[in-house]
């Protein structure tokens, strides 16, 4: 999952990124709504953490702006003033949730599981696609009910891939999520740690098909019905 922070307080900025970070999440930080506004046109972000008094560009109209261009990327307001019409206007405007400053930050970790949630498709804080299951509470992943230990890339590979599964996925896609501002991952890579999650999770009725040149898809093998003896026998004679 990668989040966007657009918060000029450096020191809270600051906190929220070594925060999520040690999650495992891949966050990246601006200061001003301008580099905000930027930022969201030009990489793809699984959420974005907006503060409302952005210097240059407000965060209202940083929203404004995301939402007019049809994006649906969850966003979580934040607003020094514990304001109903801040927050009526920041709803409209198309947020998903929002928080009064100061804040604890324990409860910020819990409302961007929740939005992790809503964006991969329910309330649900567990992820299931056949024998495979992912707590996205706990970030903890098993296989008919068998922990599957997972490094933080591999994670959040598993994570792009469940949050599409039955869908293509592209490497440059795949890229987009895993990686920060500055941190050089090739497609090669993205092959490296689809074979490694492919080794831990292929155990099963799951498998990471590859697309030839396009990407990847989570699927989920279907048995073939056994045909039952009792409907492959010949029709017994009347009596």
């Given at each position: 999952?990668?989040?966007?922070?657009a918060?000029?307080?450096?020191?809270?900025?600051?906190?929220?990124?070594?925060?999520?970070?040690?999650?495992?999440?891949?966050?990246?930080?601006?200061?001003?709504?301008?580099?905000?506004?930027?930022?969201?046109?030009?990489?793809?972000?699984?959420?974005?953490?907006?503060?409302?008094?952005?210097?240059?560009?407000?965060?209202?109209?940083?929203?404004?702006?995301?939402?007019?261009?049809?994006?649906t990327?969850?966003?979580?307001?934040?607003?020094?003033?514990?304001?109903?019409?801040?927050?009526?206007?920041?709803?409209?405007l198309?947020?998903?949730?929002?928080?009064?400053?100061?804040?604890?930050?324990?409860?910020?970790?819990?409302?961007?599981?929740?939005?992790?949630?809503?964006?991969?498709?329910?309330?649900?804080?567990?992820?299931?696609?056949?024998?495979?299951?992912?707590?996205?509470?706990?970030?903890?992943?098993?296989?008919?009910?068998?922990?599957?230990?997972?490094?933080?890339?591999?994670?959040?590979?598993?994570?792009?891939?469940?949050?599409?599964?039955?869908?293509?996925?592209?490497?440059?896609?795949?890229?987009?999520?895993?990686?920060?501002?500055?941190?050089e991952?090739?497609?090669?890579?993205?092959?490296?740690?689809?074979?490694?999650?492919?080794?831990?999770?292929?155990?099963?009725?799951?498998?990471?098909?590859?697309?030839?040149g396009?990407?990847?898809c989570?699927?989920?093998?279907?048995?073939?019905?056994?045909?039952?003896?009792?409907?492959?026998?010949?029709?017994?004679?009347?009596?």
């Amino acid at each position: 999952m990668r989040i966007l922070i657009a918060e000029d307080d450096r020191v809270l900025a600051d906190g929220l990124l070594r925060s999520l970070r040690a999650l495992g999440y891949a966050v990246d930080q601006v200061a001003d709504g301008n580099s905000a506004d930027a930022a969201l046109q030009s990489s793809e972000f699984d959420l974005l953490i907006l503060d409302l008094g952005l210097p240059r560009l407000s965060g209202f109209e940083v929203l404004r702006k995301l939402r007019a261009r049809g994006a649906t990327v969850p966003v979580l307001i934040l607003t020094a003033a514990d304001s109903v019409e801040d927050k009526v206007r920041g709803l409209d405007l198309g947020a998903d949730d929002y928080m009064a400053k100061p804040f604890a930050l324990q409860e910020l970790e819990a409302r961007v599981r929740a939005l992790s949630r809503r964006g991969m498709g329910g309330a649900s804080a567990v992820i299931q696609h056949g024998p495979l299951h992912y707590d996205i509470t706990g970030r903890v992943v098993t296989l008919d009910g068998h922990v599957v230990e997972l490094s933080a890339r591999e994670l959040t590979l598993l994570e792009v891939l469940l949050q599409r599964a039955g869908r293509l996925v592209s490497k440059d896609q795949l890229v987009e999520h895993l990686c920060v501002w500055g941190e050089e991952v090739s497609t090669n890579a993205i092959e490296v740690y689809v074979h490694r999650l492919r080794k831990k999770i292929e155990v099963g009725p799951v498998r990471i098909a590859t697309v030839r040149g396009l990407g990847y898809c989570l699927e989920k093998i279907v048995p073939v019905a056994a045909t039952s003896a009792e409907s492959a026998a010949p029709p017994r004679a009347d009596a």
